[in-house]
């Protein structure tokens, strides 16, 4: 199970891993947790609710590259930067809806963004999936991938003594794959939304972060 903060961070996080599993014939259910819709807040072409929906349309279509049908997808639309942590209110609610997801699909695996991401709705969402997973009778192994410590943090935050294991996926097969998966995330590559002009685009400083035949991961103690 893959969970997303937002739309786009499936493709750039593990996009080859997603496909590597699905091509071993393995099932793989993706939760987009917020709306995403602060990306072009501005718009007025693209007003949340249609905004919401462009960013719902571009991930299935990103998913549906990576082999990943409608039908192993969940958006539980929580607002955009609005990811609520513990004791924030929300978070609860956010917990039980994770939950109940997780009952139905069973996961053995969760991947999800590092706790210590620089976005807060990224580490709200790990916080959220800790939370959920230690309810169920039968606990996932879960694995954290990295966004925006490329970009935002300092490589030396990932040199500390408290995670056990990184793991480093060998993407090349399906390299290409990933890479068609993030464009398909129009709105967010491209000035398809060109009214705002302070609205948010993955520059390609930012994609060279992700334009390599790996994906690393962290995991606990």
Not at 161 to 175: G, M
Not at 193 to 208: K, N, R, V, Y
């Amino acid at each position: 199970m893959v969970i997303a903060p937002h739309p786009d961070d499936e493709s750039l996080g593990c996009g080859g891993t997603i496909a590597l599993l699905r091509k071993a014939g393995l099932p793989v259910h993706v939760i987009f947790v917020s709306d995403g819709t602060l990306s072009h807040p501005n718009s007025k072409i693209y007003p949340a609710e249609k905004l919401r929906e462009l960013r719902e349309t571009e991930a299935l279509s990103a998913l549906k590259i990576l082999q990943v049908d409608a039908a192993n997808t969940s958006f539980m639309r929580i607002k955009d930067r609005s990811v609520p942590n513990p004791g924030e209110e929300g978070f609860e609610a956010a917990i039980n809806k994770m939950l109940q997801i997780f009952q139905q699909f069973n996961p053995d695996t969760i991947l999800v963004t590092w706790e210590k991401d620089p976005h807060p709705d990224h580490r709200a969402s790990w916080q959220i999936v800790n939370e959920a997973a230690s309810l169920l009778s039968k606990k996932p192994r879960i694995l954290q991938y990295l966004i925006w410590i490329w970009e935002l943090g300092k490589h030396s935050d990932l040199l500390v003594n408290q995670y056990t294991k990184l793991y480093l996926v060998k993407i090349a097969s399906v390299f290409q794959q990933k890479k068609q998966a993030i464009a398909a995330h129009v709105s967010q590559v491209s000035r398809l939304i060109d009214d705002d002009p302070e609205g948010f685009i993955l520059s390609p400083q930012i994609l060279a972060h992700f334009d390599y035949a790996d994906e690393l991961f962290i995991e606990q103690k």
